[in-house]
């Protein structure tokens, strides 16, 4: 089996780097049967990010604090625990968002696409799902898109519900929203499109993230989840992505 390595730029996963690929060699990424990536989720999501064209399965090894879309990590039996691994196909989200100056950018997410209040004063957006206005005026610190496997990140963290794989919805989340002040989010049908106005870009300007990319002074976005484009996640039978979000939803 022919194994790239992507490691985090951190002591621990630059020693597991260097002992793997001496045992397994190091395939150029473009030619290997397996990504093996050495991190955390930030570095998971790095790496799928790279493998721009989804044709490689990943094989993520824990080296980070959460480490939610990774399995332990175990150096024996390597190739083994990849061939006997259970797939998990995942699709990204693809961001549209333009700016003061009307430039386009477009990016994808495997997480969740936010927009975020730049300066002190809140972001008032108004909120749009396929082609109707479901909020005039949103007053927030922001507002985010997340898929099921994003959906126990930032999208947690802001309370917004985790979602199980197989939901075929998004979580459409508030951040800290003051009016109206008693909505919580919404259930998304990942069919549908989601579109963002920026009501008062000028007073209040508002930025956009797909993952770690990041654009300013954003007046407008427009978001759907991508029924072309995936990436596989591969998990150990015992450590599968499906139950640990399930698992999830009955932590305190």
């Known amino acids: 089996m022919k194994l790239h390595f992507h490691a985090a730029k951190t002591d621990k996963a630059a020693k597991a780097f260097e002992e793997l ?13 397996a990504m093996v990536v050495l991190g955390g989720d930030g570095t998971m999501l790095e ?9 490689k399965p990943v094989f993520g090894m824990n080296f980070g604090s959460v480490g939610f879309l990774m399995n332990p990590y175990k150096p ?30 477009e990016a994808i997410a495997f997480n969740e696409v936010a927009m975020l209040r730049e300066t002190r004063q809140t972001a008032q957006l108004k909120v749009s799902v396929d082609g109707v206005v479901r909020i005039p005026e949103l007053v927030c610190d922001g507002i985010l898109l997340a898929t099921p496997a994003g959906s126990t990140a930032y999208n947690l963290s802001a309370h917004g519900p985790i979602l199980p794989l197989s939901s075929n919805v998004l979580a459409l989340t508030p951040i800290s929203a003051f009016r109206p002040r008693r909505w919580r989010g ?8 989601v579109h ?30 991508s029924k072309s484009l995936s990436r596989t996640l591969l998990f150990d039978a015992d450590h599968h992505l499906e139950e640990r979000i399930l698992k999830e939803q009955y932590l305190s």
């Open 21 to 33: 690929s001496k045992v397994h060699g190091q395939a150029p990424w473009t030619e290997c049967d």
């Open 47 to 55: 790496a799928l990010h790279l493998n721009s064209d989804g044709s």
């Open 76 to 105: 024996e039996n390597l190739a083994d625990r990849i061939h006997k691994a259970v797939s998990v196909k995942i699709h990204p989200l693809k961001m549209r968002a333009t700016d003061t100056n009307n430039n386009v950018h």
């Open 186 to 193: 919404a259930l998304i049908p990942h069919e549908h499109k």
């Open 196 to 225: 963002i106005d920026v009501l008062d870009g000028k007073k209040r300007p508002v930025s956009a993230t797909a993952d770690s990319a990041e654009f300013r002074d954003i007046i407008s976005l427009d978001i759907h989840q």
